[in-house]
């Protein structure tokens, strides 16, 4: 992502990730910043519907990765810790942890989801359109567990999406270009922000639920996880909760 990309604002939209794709599927690949200040179709992971009241940032950074598809997979933790980075500029960042693979959150409640796609572009290159929802002025009711938002984190009271922008963006180019070059580093940095870590959680639902110690996560960003027989698993994708041992009884964040 370059430092001079511009940004685009539309007063409403159905989803920044959905105008990204629309324009990648049409050969333009930014780099571009696509805002909005109110979604109709908001969306996270796993195409769960993501809560967009107007006064929060929705965003996405679309843009061409010559590294392919390999290299795109780095940006869920560059975004984590760009917004990390943009939010020490109006509260106490050290409030903030990541939660593997791509939420930040405050006291387990969450404050901002990023959604990373990708797609083929030209030769081994691709698109990649890293969508990012902050909660900057609301917590909103169905983000589908406890969230809070930067005002209630104490921001001072003039915050706006535009503002918190204005800060994500050379932050974001900074943590994009460290994924690219030195992506081993930008791991540690993020490890060092955690939820969880050394922690034992849980992986997944239901009947394919692993639980085990998060210990960390491998050279490519995947979870590794120890389970009770000593082994260690690699975990590429799933939902991870905290498990607490309380009166002798698991309760899962």
Same mark, same amino acid.
């Given at each position: 992502?370059?430092?001079?990309?511009?940004?685009?604002?539309?007063?409403?939209?159905?989803?920044?990730?959905?105008?990204?794709?629309?324009?990648?599927?049409?050969?333009?690949?930014?780099?571009?910043?696509?805002?909005?200040?109110?979604?109709?179709?908001?969306?996270?992971?796993?195409?769960?519907?993501?809560?967009?009241?107007?006064?929060?940032?929705?965003?996405? #950074?679309?843009?061409?990765?010559? +590294?392919?598809? %390999?290299?795109?997979?780095?940006? /869920?933790?560059? !975004? $984590?810790? @760009?917004?990390?980075?943009?939010?020490?500029?109006?509260?106490?960042?050290?409030?903030?942890?990541?939660?593997?693979?791509?939420?930040?959150?405050?006291?387990?409640?969450?404050?901002?989801?990023?959604?990373?796609?990708?797609?083929?572009?030209?030769?081994? #290159?691709?698109?990649?359109?890293? +969508?990012?929802? %902050?909660?900057?002025?609301?917590? /909103?009711?169905? !983000? $589908?567990? @406890?969230?809070?938002?930067?005002?209630?984190?104490?921001?001072?009271?003039?915050?706006?999406?535009?503002?918190?922008?204005?800060?994500?963006?050379?932050?974001?180019?900074?943590?994009?270009?460290?994924?690219?070059?030195?992506?081993?580093?930008?791991?540690?940095?993020?490890?060092?922000?955690?939820?969880?870590?050394?922690?034992?959680?849980?992986?997944?639902?239901? !009947?394919?639920?692993?639980?085990?110690?998060?210990?960390?996560?491998?050279?490519?960003?995947?979870?590794?996880?120890?389970?009770?027989?000593?082994?260690?698993?690699?975990?590429?994708?799933?939902?991870?909760?905290?498990?607490?041992?309380?009166?002798?009884?698991?309760?899962?964040?």
């Amino acid at each position: 992502m370059r430092p001079d990309a511009p940004v685009l604002w539309f007063d409403e939209i159905d989803s920044t990730n959905e105008e990204a794709r629309r324009r990648a599927q049409a050969d333009d690949f930014g780099p571009v910043w696509i805002a909005g200040r109110k979604q109709t179709a908001g969306r996270g992971r796993l195409g769960r519907q993501w809560d967009s009241p107007t006064g929060n940032l929705f965003v996405t #950074a679309l843009f061409e990765e010559e +590294g392919g598809l %390999v290299k795109a997979t780095r940006y /869920p933790f560059a !975004a $984590g810790l @760009a917004i990390l980075d943009a939010a020490s500029e109006f509260i106490d960042s050290g409030q903030l942890q990541v939660k593997w693979p791509n939420d930040v959150r405050a006291s387990r409640q969450k404050i901002s989801g990023i959604l990373v796609e990708a797609g083929a572009a030209s030769g081994k #290159a691709c698109w990649v359109a890293c +969508g990012m929802g %902050v909660n900057v002025r609301f917590a /909103p009711d169905g !983000a $589908g567990q @406890a969230a809070t938002s930067l005002l209630d984190l104490g921001a001072p009271q003039i915050i706006t999406a535009e503002m918190f922008l204005d800060a994500l963006r050379p932050a974001f180019v900074k943590r994009c270009a460290q994924a690219s070059s030195d992506f081993a580093s930008l791991l540690t940095d993020w490890q060092k922000y955690a939820e969880g870590l050394g922690e034992e959680v849980t992986v997944g639902k239901g !009947a394919d639920a692993q639980i085990g110690i998060f210990k960390g996560v491998g050279p490519d960003g995947a979870l590794l996880l120890a389970s009770g027989d000593g082994t260690t698993h690699t975990i590429r994708a799933g939902d991870v909760e905290l498990v607490k041992e309380i009166g002798g009884h698991a309760a899962r964040d």
